[in-house]
C-alpha cells in the first residue's frame, strides 16, 4: 500500500490554472509508478495522468493532454500536477494512487471550477 497526502486544491476561475501536490513515502511510492485520478459528482473515479518512479514517460488522458503536465521530484518524493485552462468539468476531488491504484486511497484535494 502507499501513503500519500494530496494538497493544491481549492476555487478558482474558468480558464485559471493550478498546481496539485502528491506528497508520498515508503520503498513502494518511490519505486512504483504514480498517477493522478479525480472523480466528479455523480460520476465514477477516472484516470487523469501517470509517470514512471524515475519520473519520465508522463502519461495523460484525453482530457487532460496539452493542458495538465505532470512531474516527480524524487528527492522530495513528491508527484505534480499542473492544470491549466481549467474548465467547469475539471471540479472533482483530485487522488493520487500507484498505477494501477491499489486498494488504499487518501483523502484526496478538492478543486472546484466557477464563476
Known amino acids: 500500500q502507499v501513503q500519500v497526502v494530496e494538497s493544491g486544491g481549492r476555487l478558482v476561475q474558468p480558464g485559471e490554472s493550478l498546481r496539485l501536490s502528491c506528497a508520498g513515502s515508503?520503498?513502494?511510492?518511490?519505486?512504483?509508478?504514480i498517477g493522478w485520478y479525480r472523480r466528479a459528482p455523480g460520476k465514477e473515479r477516472e484516470f487523469v495522468a501517470s509517470?514512471?518512479?524515475?519520473?519520465?514517460?508522463?502519461y495523460y488522458s484525453n482530457s487532460a493532454k496539452g493542458r495538465f503536465t505532470i512531474s516527480r521530484d524524487v528527492a522530495k518524493n513528491t508527484v505534480y500536477l499542473q492544470m491549466s485552462s481549467l474548465t467547469f468539468d475539471d471540479s472533482a476531488v483530485y487522488y493520487c494512487n500507484t498505477q494501477p491504484p491499489d486498494d488504499t486511497w487518501g483523502q484526496g484535494t478538492e478543486v472546484a471550477v466557477s464563476s
Open positions: 515508503g520503498p513502494t511510492y518511490r519505486l512504483s509508478t
Open positions: 509517470i514512471s518512479w524515475r519520473g519520465d514517460n508522463p
